[in-house]
């Protein structure tokens, strides 16, 4: 309930306002979400308004890098335990030690 409530209504309502070209009850809600949209982008309507919104209001691309930073290993740590799914061949000869250990040159 307090998902709905809190955030799933007042996505459904921005979408719903900004869609249907609703200027002023968009322009009081990007208020009270402390939404500032540069010059240009008052400018827009539609859906490439609601992309710019969206954009500010949920920044997911920020939340996905440092989700990826954060949580995943580094390519040369991946890069040993992950051969064996790479790599058809003997995993014993020199190009499996060279992507096992990263190397570019073998």
Same mark, same amino acid.
């Given at each position: 309930?307090?998902f709905?409530m ?10 719903? %306002?900004i ?9 009081k809600?990007?208020e ?15 859906k ?9 209001f949920?920044p %997911?691309?920020?939340?996905?890098l ?7 290993p580094s390519?040369?740590?991946a890069?040993?335990?992950?051969v064996?799914t ?7 000869d020199?190009?499996?030690e060279g992507?096992r250990k ?5």
């Amino acid at each position: 309930r307090a998902f709905n409530m809190f955030i799933l209504d007042p996505i459904f309502k921005l979408f719903d %306002a900004i869609m249907n070209m609703k200027k002023e009850e968009t322009d009081k809600m990007l208020e009270k979400l402390n939404i500032r949209l540069k010059p240009e982008e008052k400018d827009l309507s539609g859906k490439p308004l609601l992309k710019v919104v969206m954009k500010k209001f949920l920044p %997911a691309a920020e939340a996905l890098l440092e989700m990826m930073v954060l949580h995943l290993p580094s390519p040369v740590t991946a890069q040993a335990y992950r051969v064996e799914t790479l790599y058809e061949g003997p995993l014993d000869d020199e190009f499996a030690e060279g992507i096992r250990k990263c190397d570019s040159k073998r």
